[in-house]
T-cell receptor, first 117, second 112 residues
Framework: GAVVSQHPSRVICKSGTSVKIECRSL??????MFWYRQFPKQSLMLMAT?????????EQGVEKDKFLINHASLTLSTLTVTSAHPEDSSFYIC?????????????FGSGTRLTVV | QKEVEQDPGPLSVPEGAIVSLNCTYS??????FMWYRQYSRKGPELLMY????GNKEDGRFTAQVDKSSKYISLFIRDSQPSDSATYLC????????????FGGGTRLMVKP
């Protein structure tokens, strides 16, 4: 079945530095990928929709200059958390639609736990 | 009011029990319904999906949709400790792009 690979699975960074998270569709092309944020014991909150070859669409309240999204190819989207602060610590998950997948093909990565110290 | 409501739990049941997980929604434009299972510190994985009212069965899992009541359920028969996870319902409005709307998730604990 469709696989979405997310890397790294865990990262610890110092306050003020930037962190890049990669999301790859391994066996299908994804024109659209989604980035979510999840706080402990809470549901997924959609941050932005990443579109290959064009600018990402951000949800209300999400700072686009803080969370930079690049979707340079049909198999790779990246989320960069710029000038990270402790309040950015969270679980970030990406998702992509596999065209022929069940359930509309939404496949999720395994998530990245970001801790900013 | 959230578009999709889901009891956060936790729901604790003994091994072998039948589990009922539920979501209600307010947007009648939702046409596609999914259940995801999420283990701790992992991404969600698709369990069941359906677009019509009624029941859909897959092994120990049954998804039920009642569009008239805007209510969906996931039943797990013969629950196992390995079923312990957070279960998320998700819905899609086919007229609103590719976005999924998630419930808050219900944490399930199956005790041996």
């Amino acid at each position: 079945g469709a696989v979405v690979s997310q890397h790294p699975s865990r990262v610890i960074c110092k306050s003020g530095t930037s962190v890049k998270i990669e999301c790859r569709s391994l066996d299908f092309q994804a024109t659209t990928m989604f980035w979510y944020r999840q706080f402990p014991k809470q549901s997924l909150m959609l941050m932005a929709t990443s579109n290959e070859g064009s600018k990402a669409t951000y949800e209300q309240g999400v700072e686009k200059d803080k969370f930079l999204i690049n979707h340079a190819s049909l198999t790779l989207s990246t989320l960069t958390v710029t000038s990270a602060h402790p309040e950015d610590s969270s679980f970030y998950i990406c998702s992509a639609r596999a065209p022929q997948g069940p359930g509309y093909g939404y496949t999720f990565g395994s998530g990245t736990r970001l801790t900013v110290v | 009011q959230k578009e999709v409501e889901q009891d956060p739990g936790p729901l604790s049941v003994p091994e072998g029990a039948i589990v009922s997980l539920n979501c209600t929604y307010s947007n009648s434009a939702f046409q596609y319904f999914m259940w995801y299972r999420q283990y701790s510190r992992k991404g969600p994985e698709l369990l069941m999906y359906t677009y019509s009212s009624g029941n859909k069965e897959d092994g120990r899992f049954t998804a039920q949709v009642d569009k008239s009541s805007k209510y969906i359920s996931l039943f797990i028969r013969d629950s196992q400790p390995s079923d312990s996870a957070t279960y998320l319902c998700a819905m899609k409005n086919n007229n609103a792009g590719n976005m999924l709307t998630f419930g808050g998730g219900t944490r399930l604990m199956v005790k041996p």
